[in-house]
């Protein structure tokens, strides 16, 4: 599971950095993958299968938050284990969470990582404006 993640993570992250390298404030990638398949060296095999739906209400991507912290909300499947960073929640019987999230001054990449009992996952990145004082 961790290899998953670092591969989705890695994708994603070299976005964001494609998006900051040529000035963007922001940019909206969506993808629908069904099912990759990667070969390792030594033969191992990672396949990432079907996504569940993840929709993150707030922030919206491109914002400037005032402050240090923003609340990350979205609904995904009822009893997925949400990730952001180093925190995790359970969403509610209805699939709605929140979490709090602490930003740095300036440009903050927001990765939102939804995992099912089943190991299907969904992402959602957002790249959002700390203004802090």
């Known amino acids: 599971m ?65 402050g240090n912290t923003v609340d990350v909300v ?12 180093d925190q995790t929640v359970i969403s509610d019987a209805e699939g709605n969470f929140s979490i709090t999230v602490n930003l740095s001054s300036g440009l903050n990449a927001i990765d939102v990582i939804a995992i099912d009992g089943s190991g299907r996952q969904g992402e959602v990145l957002l790249m959002v404006n700390a203004i802090t004082q």
Do not use: H, R, Y
Not at 22 to 39: D, E, M, N
Not at 42 to 57: A, E, F, G, K, M
Not at 74 to 85: L, S, Y
């Open 2 to 66: 961790a290899m998953k993640k670092i591969l989705v993570i890695s994708v994603f992250l070299m976005l964001a950095f494609a998006v900051l390298s040529t000035g963007c404030k922001s940019a909206t990638v969506t993808t629908i993958v069904t099912s990759i398949s990667v070969t390792s060296s030594d033969n191992s095999q990672l396949t990432l299968q079907d996504s569940i739906p993840l929709t993150v209400t707030q922030p919206k991507d491109g914002d400037d938050i005032t």
């Open 74 to 85: 979205g609904q995904t499947e009822a009893g997925a284990t949400i990730t952001i960073g």
